[in-house]
T-cell receptor, first 114, second 114 residues
């Protein structure tokens, strides 16, 4: 699986959009970009994923550059409850029974400030 | 649905003691797995199961045993606890194995081995 690089930490004012970048310059053609988050002391939570088109769901939007070497997770109206560590993961969508193994990097600690 | 539940939430063991971390899910998911998360590191897969009666090793299986006698339960056993097993343990389940966006995590068990 391709490696990812994320900033260690970011701050965002409550109510503003939070834009979390991720670099994945070695991504392969069949690898997706997944985003998870982990709120303090809780299990990881899936947010969104995409291959090359921009994606949006009820939680967030995912913008992937045309060369797929980087992406940005956008939380449109950040709330205090969005304070968490956000992980960007690049991997194939499915590759067998053990393929739901998740390898998290260090992620970005997002602090939403009142 | 309760989702994925884990017990206990916290546990302190002495070196050499044994214990079982419990994990249960009420979503009729075929796939279940155990991860450990250490400070500054991502999740690492310990063991996983693709259905009742079937288990397999993940990235860091040494020192841990699992069994899957029912669809609902997937206990993790530490036969002789060591300080290196101090960690936060997460159980996860998935209905369609390998699909990261459908993997649900439990709240975690914090284990301290003295």
């Amino acid at each position: 699986d391709a490696k990812t690089t994320q900033p260690t930490s970011m701050d965002c004012a409550e109510g503003r959009a939070a834009n979390l970048p991720c670099n994945h310059s070695t991504i392969s053609g069949n690898e997706y970009v997944y985003w998870y988050r982990q709120i303090h002391s809780q299990g990881p939570q899936y947010i969104i994923h995409g291959l090359k088109n921009n994606e949006t769901n009820e939680m967030a939007s995912l913008i992937i550059t045309e060369d797929r070497k980087s992406s940005t997770l956008i939380l449109p109206h950040a709330t205090l409850r969005d304070t968490a560590v956000y992980y960007c993961i690049v991997r194939v969508a499915y590759s067998g029974a053990g393929s739901y193994q998740l390898t998290f990097g260090k992620g970005t600690k997002l602090s939403v400030i009142p | 649905n309760a989702g994925v539940t884990q017990t206990p939430k916290f546990q302190v063991l002495k070196t050499g003691q044994s214990m079982t971390l419990q994990c249960a899910q009420d979503m009729n998911h075929e796939y279940m797995s155990w991860y450990r998360q250490d400070p500054g590191m991502g999740l690492r897969l310990i063991h996983y199961s693709v259905g009742a009666g079937i288990t397999d090793q993940g990235e860091v299986p040494n020192g841990y045993n699992v069994s899957r006698s029912t669809t609902e339960d997937f206990p993790l056993r530490l036969l002789s606890a060591a300080p290196s097993q101090t960690s936060v343990y997460f159980c996860a389940s998935s209905p369609t194995g390998g699909r990261l966006e459908t993997q649900y995590f439990g709240p975690g068990t914090r284990l301290l081995v003295l």
